[in-house]
């Protein structure tokens, strides 16, 4: 059975030069879809993808992936959310393209977020004036 993952990824400068996303295609047979890619002045690098395949080959690409010393953010999340500094302004609500901050309740009208919505897109974290959102990246 086909599940998909988000994986968050962390280069160290002397990995970045590894094919990594060649190997997970080619010998994992994963599809990947990438969020999100940023490398550092000190020529660090960041991803966010989603990994499409079987359980198994996930696994095992997860595990190829930390033997080759790509660190793996284990949450798989790039964006935090700290609830508290929300005022629920609403500001970030025409940003987010998937609908992960939304309103659930029309009569408390607080906005919600809904993990597994998120493409870490990061629009929020530039659009919320407050400092509720921010990227670990
Ligand atoms: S813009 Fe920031 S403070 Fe306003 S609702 Fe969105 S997350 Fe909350
Ligand atoms: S990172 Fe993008 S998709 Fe995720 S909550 Fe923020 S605006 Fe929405």
Same mark, same amino acid.
Do not use: W
């Given at each position: /059975?086909?599940?998909? !993952?988000?994986? %968050?990824?962390?280069?160290? $400068? ?7 996303? +060649?190997?997970?295609? *080619?010998? +994992? ?7 999100? @890619? $940023?490398?550092? @002045?000190?020529?660090?690098? +960041? ?13 095992? @690409? /997860?595990? +190829?992936?930390? !033997? ?16 508290? *500094? ?5 500001? %970030?609500?025409?940003? %987010?393209?998937? !609908? @992960? ?8 009208? *607080? ?16 659009? %919320? ?9």
């Amino acid at each position: /059975m086909m599940e998909s !993952k988000k994986i %968050c990824l962390f280069f160290p $400068k002397s990995e970045k030069e590894k094919p990594i996303i +060649y190997h997970l295609v *080619k010998d +994992y047979d994963l599809v990947i879809n990438i969020f999100r @890619a $940023k490398i550092t @002045a000190e020529e660090e690098g +960041y991803l966010v993808i989603d990994v499409k395949g079987t359980k198994e080959n996930i696994a095992k @690409a /997860m595990e +190829y992936m930390r !033997k080759s010393n790509v660190v793996l953010n284990e949450t798989n999340r790039g964006l935090q959310r700290d609830k508290d *500094k929300c005022v629920h302004c609403g500001n %970030c609500l025409s940003h %987010c393209p998937t !609908k @992960a901050l939304h309103i659930a309740n029309q009569k408390t009208r *607080k906005i919600e977020f809904d993990e597994s919505l998120c493409i870490e897109c990061l629009a929020c974290v530039r659009n %919320c004036p407050f400092g509720a959102c921010s990227s670990i990246f």
